[in-house]
């Protein structure tokens, strides 16, 4: 149960983190925006590993062990920052928000496949549900911005 | 067209990426996990800030509460490397999903960090009971 309520915390905070990130991207730039959030968090979680008493989990032999490609996350995630900026601004967030979640949840669910051997065939229509959902909650969304916009022109 | 595509890719990496910081919890702390995570993240932004966009690196100018980006981003690093491990990329992002759509709705309602106020519509709640509907049976499928 706690995986589950902390799931969903985590959704909370990417929403307030997406919003303090928004403020510092018009105050520096999206870059230099971004790059506050990477250092900061570089600087504390490297003085947690000391404090949490973790500290050999650094050494250069138990590095190396790891496979790389488990490294290459935040590459993609980086990756995936550009094609989004580019994506967006061609077509607009609500196509936007069904596609990402779309490629976000299919490949999620073959990669559970590939590390737990978790598949089947409930979880594709579980995957439709939640992209239905998203596209009926962002028409409703439009089009109650719509009618706000012609309310406060009248 | 192509662009529907990046966007389609773009979501592929973030699939990818919440998987594959999941595995690094395998052979590393949460905090490890943080530390590779945005320190890599950190590296290739300052190189690109620096060599493609040739600008000055700057941190400071941005008003105090800004500066909790930090703090949440391990937060959300660490709670989803976590989460993965436990019960899968998939499930871990639909439950995301909905704690996205419900602060949203709060942020929408009360006009907080300067968004323009949109009350909750009761028309909304079919799409959250589908959504959560989804959730259920990606987490139990």
Known sequence: MIFYITAIANGFLNTINNMVNVKAGECLGPTNGALINYVEATILSFLLIFVSGNGAELNFSHMAEVPVLFYTGSICGLVAMIFLIIGTSRTGAMVSTILTLLGQLGMAVALDYVFFGLFSIQRIIGIFLIIAGIAWREQVKMRERRKQIKEESV | ?141
């Open chain 2, 1 to 141: 067209m192509v662009y529907l595509f990046f966007l389609l890719l773009a979501g592929m990496l973030q699939g990818m990426m919440i998987s594959l910081n999941g595995q690094l919890g395998n052979h590393y702390s949460m905090f490890g996990i943080c530390f590779f995570v945005h320190g890599i993240a950190a590296i290739l932004l300052i190189l690109y800030i620096k060599l493609k966009e040739k600008k000055k690196i700057r941190l400071r100018g941005v008003p105090a509460y800004v500066y909790l980006v930090g703090f949440m981003g391990i937060g959300i690093v660490a709670s989803s490397s976590w989460c993965t491990l436990a019960i899968g990329a998939a499930a871990m992002t639909g439950l995301s999903v909905i704690g996205r759509m419900i602060s949203s709705a709060v942020v929408d309602q009360y006009g907080l960090f300067g968004v323009k106020k949109q009350a909750f519509s009761w028309k909304e709640v079919p799409a959250y009971l589908l959504v959560l509907a989804g959730v259920w049976l990606v987490s139990v499928g």
